[in-house]
Nanobody, 126 residues
Framework: QVQLVESGGGLVQAGGSLRLSCAASGRTFSSYAMGWFRQAPGKEREFVAAIRWSGWSGGYISYGDSVKGRFTISRDNAKNTVYLQMNSLKPEDTAVYYC????????????????WGQGTQVTVSS
């Protein structure tokens, strides 16, 4: 059974940066993707970023439109960990951020992911 643990959330001022981590335990498939989603109170779950765990060069990466140019997803294969570097944060980025794993495709669709973490709160103040 795969378990995911997010960390790195917190409070930051608008324009600031934050780095989230997601550590995975248990066996995972290198051909499957890991992703980040977020959900703000009263809003639907939103796709943030995804990365396929294939090759040491980085593999496939995709971003949601609202975070393109500001967020960067990366991985550390040795630590079995995926990261989300968030720069130029805006108040509308405030949400609970969830790590997900083992999507075989359609990485922007949350229903394709098999495992989910508990989430970490990110709050951006104005």
């Amino acid at each position: 059974q795969v378990q995911l643990v997010e960390s790195g959330g917190g409070l930051v001022q608008a324009g600031g940066s934050l780095r989230l981590s997601c550590a995975a335990s248990g066996r995972t498939f290198s051909s499957y993707a890991m992703g980040w989603f977020r959900q703000a109170p009263g809003k639907e779950r939103e796709f943030v970023a995804a990365i396929r765990w294939s090759g040491w060069s980085g593999g496939y990466i995709s971003y949601g439109d609202s975070v393109k140019g500001r967020f960067t997803i990366s991985r550390d294969n040795a630590k079995n960990t995926v990261y989300l570097q968030m720069n130029s944060l805006k108040p509308e980025d405030t949400a609970v951020y969830y790590c997900a794993s083992d999507s075989p495709g359609k990485y922007r669709d949350y229903s394709t992911y098999e495992y989910w973490g508990q989430g970490t709160q990110v709050t951006v103040s104005s």
